[in-house]
């Protein structure tokens, strides 16, 4: 938790660590500032998601992170439930769509499925509007600019269908609920890319405990009236 809050300060970035990954990160309930409640449309980034990493990452814009009194949040990488104006034909659970079929590497905490997304059940009839997913995102330096603009960009667990996967000019509203931990220098992209599919189950495994699910029901991501807090 200590790590969790501080202001940013991070001209020079830390080296990875040595040290085993943990399958949770963060208290057992949100505690400040989450939550943190953004939400914009889905914008274009440079396609370094899908191209660079094989992980697909909807961009939303930085400064709706000023429009949630946040914009001194640290860098990193965070996890949390966003939602989307979209129907779903099934809300069943996916797979990760890993680069060429192949799991990036052995790591125990790699998940083999994305939780189900959250579509019809949980709130009271007509309520909802949006589907829910579980998130892991990153708020980052963007590498293409020489300034202090930072990148948001969620990885949403959910495989989408083919004719489904354009998600651009969506509005996402984006629940963030915890911190993973900060941004690393890395020697390699496989290292990389490795720590990003580690955090998605990270992610996964810290909102699936009691404390942080209950949000999965909370109204305002769902398009209903009131926010559960
Ligand atoms: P960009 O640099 O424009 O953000 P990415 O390579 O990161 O491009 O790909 C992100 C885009 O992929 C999203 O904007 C969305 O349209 C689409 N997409 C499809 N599935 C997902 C997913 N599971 N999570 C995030 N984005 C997804
Ligand atoms: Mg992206």
Redesign the pocket.
């Known amino acids: 938790m200590a790590e969790q809050a501080k202001p940013p300060k991070e001209k020079e970035k830390l080296k990875r660590p040595s040290t085993p990954r943990t399958a949770i990160a963060g208290p057992p309930n949100p505690s400040t500032p989450f939550p943190i409640r953004l939400s914009g449309p889905?914008?274009?980034?440079?396609?370094?998601?899908?191209?660079e990493l094989g992980i697909?990452?909807?961009?939303i814009d930085p400064s709706t992170l000023e429009a949630a009194g946040q914009s001194s949040v640290q860098s990193g990488v965070y996890y949390g439930f966003c939602s989307l104006p979209i129907h779903l034909s099934s809300s069943e659970s996916t797979a990760p769509q890993f680069p060429n079929g192949k799991r990036p590497s052995e790591h125990a905490l790699i998940p083999t499925s994305y939780p189900a997304p959250i579509a019809e059940e949980g709130v009271g009839e007509g309520e909802r509007n949006r589907t829910t997913f579980y998130a892991v995102l990153s708020i980052g330096h963007n590498p293409f600019y020489a300034n202090d603009t930072r990148s948001i960009?969620?990885?949403?667990?959910?495989?989408?269908a083919p004719h489904q996967?354009?998600?651009?000019g969506l509005e996402m509203r984006l629940m963030v609920l915890g911190f993973i931990r900060p941004e690393y220098d890395y020697d390699s992209l496989d290292s990389l890319v490795e720590d990003i599919w580690v955090d998605v189950g990270v992610a996964q495994g810290s909102l699936e405990r009691e404390g942080y699910k209950r949000f999965v029901e909370d109204k305002w991501l769902a398009d209903g009236a009131k926010a559960v807090d």
Do not use: C, Q, W
């Open positions: 889905i914008v274009k980034g440079f396609g370094r998601g899908s191209a697909p990452t909807a961009n960009e969620v990885h949403i667990m959910h495989a989408f996967f354009d998600l651009y």
